[in-house]
Structure formats: C-alpha cells, structure tokens
C-alpha cells in the first residue's frame, strides 16, 4: 500500500505539472499580452506620455512574467565607462545596443528622451521554468535587504507574542513569526514556507493571488490589542502577518505602534474570504444532497418498479431536463414568498435565512444524479449470485439489503466522496452570481475575460492539484469500505 500510494503521488505531481505547463504556455503565447492592459484605467492617463507608457507596459510585464526587461541605466552597469555609455548616440551605447541585440534582446529607443531599452520575451521553456522556480518561497532570516538598516539582527527565537503565547519569531526573516498559535483551524499556522503564485492584474492589482481568494471581506474587525510597543489599541491589524518594511518607508505612526521594522501587517475582516464562502456553501449543500438522495436511491432500488420508485423516476427526469438556471430561478421565487431573501448581501453572512436558499438550491441540483447512481448500483447488485444464493438460505430482503447489496453498491459512491467534499471548495458560478454570493465560484470566469493571467493559473493549480487528490483519497478510502480491494498490483497491503 506504501508503494502504491507514493507511486500515485509521484504521479500525481507529475499530472499537475503538466496541466499548469499547458496553461501557462497557452496563456503567455497564444492571448496577445497587450490584452492585459484592456481593464486598466490608469494607461489611458499616459497617452500624451510616451517614454512613460512604454515605461509601465514593459515593467508590467516583467512583473507578470512575460519577458525580461532592461533600460539603458541598467544596461550599462557593466560597462567599463559608464558615463560615457549613457551618452545618446555615444559608440559605448551603439555597441551595448548591438551586445544586447546579439543575446536574442529586441533594443529601441524611448521616442522622447532616446534612451535606450531591451526586452526579451521568453521562450515557453523559460516560463514553465520561472513559474515553477518562484512557486515555493522559504523565509529565512537573510531574506530581507535594507541598506539603511545594516545593523539588522539576525535570527530565529522563540518568544511570546502579543497574547503572551509562544511562538517562533525572525529577525532578517521577511516575516516577523514563523510559527504561531491561535484559535482559528487549524490553530497552528506557519509563515516560513508559502507558495508565491504572482500578483493579481488587472483587477486587485498588486495583490498576491493567494491573499485575493483567501482574505477575508466586509468591513474592518477591531480587537483589543497590545502592540509590541507596549500601547494596548483597538485595532483591525492581525500582528501575526506581520511583514518587514523597509526603514525609507516608516512613518511616525509605525514608530509609535512597533518597536522594530516588522510593521506591514495585514487586516482582519469581519466576513470570511472567497474560497471559505465557497466552500462553506459547498459543504452545507452536499450534507443536503447526500442526506436526500442517498436514502432515496435506495428506497427507490428496494421498491423497484412500485410507485415510490416511479415517482423517484419522475423527479430525477425532471431535475436532470430542467435546465439549472431556470431550476434556481423558480426556487428562489418561491423562496420570496416565504419572506427569504433573493440576495445574499441583504442580510449577510450573520443571518442564517441568507444561506437556505442557495444551499437548498445547490443540494437539491446534486440529489438526481446521486439517486439515480445508487439506484444502478443497487439494482444491479441485486441481480447477482449471491443475492440468489442468500435468499435460498432463507434470508430476509431487508437482510439482504442492509448487509450485502447495499455494502457493495456504496462502494462507487464512497469512492466520490473525498472529490464531493475537497472540490466543494470551487463553488458554483451560477449560483454565486445569481445570489451575488461573494465566493470564488465566478472568480475563474472573471479571470478570464479580466485577462487576470496570474490569477487563471493559481486557480488552474488549485482546482488540479485538489482534484488529483481527491482521486487518491477516494481510492484509499474504498479499501477501508471493502477490504477485499488492493490498490497495488501484488495484492498486498504492506
């Protein structure tokens, strides 16, 4: 079983490295990236500045990854005579010109200053590569560079934090605690591996990808706290995310609050972020759809061909041929009349009455497809020879049912189970939309038209890796279902 499952794994990161190379390659290569630009209101301010606007594109496309880019400042850092390189015109310019040109750069002139400046697109390989490279980021304590901070100590300890708990804690590191404790699942929490997934453009832009989908939303949460200067405040800043900040950077209100330069924290919200709405909705709608249609697919095997089941047959045609936006639509009116709320924003996350009807909805869309499976299962199992042979014996039907067909046809249905609950976290886009749930259900199509390419390939990467998971855990837990099932190939289960 051991082997098996690292041979699973083994080939699981491999999938996952194919899908996200595919997407990164078609995304940078075949969508043209000046589409980018298509929602940013800022680049129609430089219009009338030319030097500026090739300036900003090329900078944001380094910054997401497109190209390599250099101005003449730059360029000319490793030549020998640097002032005279910076001369426009100048045979040290014409030759640096020619010297990028030769190493595969396309090199041209600002239109209104006639500096020069080099970019270089980069090849599909070195996309994969520089994406993958930069995915995983470790802090340690010489992470952080501030020349106007030279005497920075540098270390790890362990110390109590503004609660008086213990924690691991840096000095040079990017991040002020490592390791902390506090009571939120999963209680221990760690800033010293993260994953770098880019930043997020042009919609929430300059925010990581990561902090897009997983802060929290709503308005501010103040709680009474005591700073590391030793003030007790009320205040939204959550110091356990506390970052460096640069010593050009700090003001008098970060001297008063902090002792030392860990003083860009992040905020706590009141609501929580996209990726838990979704997934709290998604896990209160698949209680619903299993607490409906696993009891009624079996109630509908063991009366096969009786009224229950032909009125089981009845509602999975229906709810299989009605298309889902009409279904959600005519739930939701009805829902109107017994004073529920059409949108999720009307009474917030603090109000239980906003979550019936999506969750009902998303529940009830699921219970036909999970009826009419276990009905299969169910009926075929009751066709075998051993159901033939346990009723000679003199067994009763519901003895049959209970200890031997329905044990084997939940096998299949088991088997989803993990993918029902991991993927729960993708949401569901008509839905969110409909009751303008602030989930990441709609994030993936938003990405897409926006040409947010950063955040489709975080998600591309989040949605692959949870489904190939979701795959394993679903095969190792039909083997705790049915023993009788071995997953390797020797039949073994060491």
């Given at each position: 079983?051991?082997?098996?499952?690292?041979?699973?794994?083994l080939r699981s990161i491999i999938s996952i490295f194919i899908v996200?190379?595919?997407?990164?390659?078609?995304?940078?290569?075949?969508?043209?990236?000046?589409?980018?630009?298509?929602?940013?209101?800022?680049?129609?301010?430089?219009?009338?500045?030319?030097?500026?606007?090739?300036?900003?594109?090329?900078?944001?496309?380094?910054?997401?990854?497109?190209?390599?880019?250099?101005?003449?400042?730059?360029?000319?850092?490793?030549?020998?005579?640097?002032?005279?390189?910076?001369?426009?015109?100048?045979?040290?310019?014409?030759?640096?010109?020619?010297?990028?040109?030769?190493?595969g750069y396309t090199v041209e002139r600002f239109p209104k200053s006639?500096?020069?400046?080099?970019?270089?697109?980069?090849?599909?390989?070195?996309?994969?590569?520089?994406?993958?490279?930069?995915?995983?980021?470790?802090?340690?304590?010489?992470?952080?560079?501030?020349?106007?901070?030279s005497d920075l100590d540098r270390k790890i300890y362990i110390a109590?934090?503004?609660?008086?708990?213990?924690?691991?804690?840096?000095?040079?590191?990017?991040?002020?605690?490592?390791?902390?404790?506090?009571?939120?699942?999963?209680?221990?929490?760690?800033?010293?591996?993260?994953?770098?997934?880019?930043?997020?453009?042009?919609?929430?832009?300059?925010?990581?990808?990561?902090?897009?989908?997983?802060?929290?939303?709503?308005?501010?949460?103040?709680?009474?706290?005591?700073?590391?200067?030793?003030?007790?405040?009320?205040?939204?800043?959550?110091?356990?995310?506390?970052?460096?900040?640069?010593?050009?950077?700090?003001?008098?209100?970060?001297?008063?609050?902090?002792?030392?330069?860990?003083?860009?924290?992040?905020?706590?919200?009141?609501?929580?972020?996209?990726?838990?709405?979704?997934?709290?909705?998604?896990?209160?709608?698949?209680?619903?759809?299993?607490?409906?249609?696993?009891?009624?697919?079996?109630?509908?095997?063991?009366?096969?061909?009786?009224?229950?089941?032909?009125?089981?047959?009845?509602?999975?045609?229906?709810?299989?041929?009605?298309?889902?936006?009409?279904?959600?639509?005519?739930?939701?009116?009805?829902?109107?009349?017994?004073?529920?709320?059409?949108?999720?924003?009307?009474?917030?996350?603090?109000?239980?009455?906003?979550?019936?009807?999506?969750?009902?909805?998303?529940?009830?869309?699921?219970?036909?497809?999970?009826?009419?499976?276990?009905?299969?299962?169910?009926?075929?199992?009751?066709?075998?020879?051993?159901?033939?042979?346990?009723?000679?014996?003199?067994?009763?039907?519901?003895?049959?049912?209970?200890?031997?067909?329905?044990?084997?046809?939940?096998?299949?249905?088991?088997?989803?189970?993990?993918?029902?609950?991991?993927?729960?976290?993708?949401?569901?886009?008509?839905?969110?939309?409909?009751?303008?749930?602030?989930?990441?259900?709609?994030?993936?199509?938003?990405?897409?038209?926006?040409?947010?390419?950063?955040?489709?390939?975080?998600?591309?990467?989040?949605?692959?890796?949870?489904?190939?998971?979701?795959?394993?855990?679903?095969?190792?837990?039909?083997?705790?279902?049915?023993?009788?099932?071995?997953?390797?190939?020797?039949?073994?289960?060491?």
């Amino acid at each position: 079983m051991k082997r098996y499952i690292l041979g699973r794994l083994l080939r699981s990161i491999i999938s996952i490295f194919i899908v996200v190379s595919i997407a990164i390659v078609m995304i940078y290569t075949l969508v043209p990236k000046e589409n980018i630009f298509f929602g940013d209101n800022y680049l129609s301010k430089l219009g009338s500045k030319p030097d500026e606007m090739i300036q900003y594109k090329h900078t944001k496309w380094e910054a997401l990854g497109y190209l390599d880019y250099l101005e003449q400042s730059t360029m000319c850092k490793n030549s020998e005579d640097y002032s005279a390189c910076m001369v426009i015109g100048s045979q040290e310019s014409m030759q640096l010109k020619e010297d990028y040109e030769a190493r595969g750069y396309t090199v041209e002139r600002f239109p209104k200053s006639g500096f020069l400046y080099a970019y270089r697109d980069y090849t599909a390989l070195e996309l994969i590569y520089n994406w993958f490279t930069n995915l995983i980021v470790i802090d340690h304590v010489n992470k952080v560079e501030d020349v106007d901070n030279s005497d920075l100590d540098r270390k790890i300890y362990i110390a109590k934090d503004f609660n008086g708990v213990p924690a691991i804690k840096c000095s040079g590191c990017e991040n002020e605690y490592l390791v902390y404790f506090n009571g939120q699942f999963p209680f221990i929490h760690q800033n010293l591996i993260s994953l770098n997934f880019g930043i997020s453009y042009p919609t929430y832009n300059g925010i990581p990808t990561m902090e897009v989908i997983s802060a929290g939303q709503g308005s501010y949460e103040y709680n009474e706290v005591t700073l590391p200067s030793g003030n007790t405040a009320n205040t939204p800043m959550d110091l356990h995310s506390c970052t460096y900040k640069p010593t050009s950077t700090l003001d008098r209100l970060d001297r008063e609050k902090f002792t030392s330069n860990y003083a860009d924290c992040q905020l706590n919200y009141t609501d929580p972020s996209m990726i838990s709405t979704s997934y709290m909705f998604g896990i209160l709608a698949l209680i619903v759809s299993y607490v409906i249609g696993l009891p009624g697919g079996i109630f509908m095997a063991r009366h096969k061909g009786k009224t229950a089941d032909k009125i089981g047959t009845v509602y999975i045609n229906i709810m299989i041929a009605v298309p889902s936006l009409a279904f959600i639509y005519f739930v939701k009116l009805i829902g109107t009349f017994f004073g529920l709320p059409d949108k999720f924003p009307q009474f917030g996350f603090g109000n239980i009455l906003s979550y019936i009807l999506p969750v009902l909805i998303l529940g009830l869309l699921s219970t036909a497809s999970l009826m009419i499976w276990t009905r299969r299962y169910m009926v075929d199992q009751s066709n075998s020879d051993y159901v033939k042979f346990a009723r000679a014996k003199g067994l009763s039907q519901k003895e049959i049912f209970n200890n031997h067909i329905l044990k084997n046809a939940i096998i299949p249905i088991v088997n989803g189970i993990p993918a029902s609950i991991i993927l729960a976290i993708s949401g569901a886009v008509i839905t969110e939309t409909v009751f303008a749930i602030p989930g990441m259900g709609k994030m993936l199509p938003d990405a897409i038209k926006s040409f947010n390419n950063s955040m489709v390939i975080t998600l591309t990467f989040i949605l692959t890796a949870l489904s190939v998971l979701s795959l394993l855990l679903g095969d190792i837990l039909i083997t705790f279902v049915d023993p009788r099932i071995k997953l390797d190939n020797k039949g073994d289960s060491r």
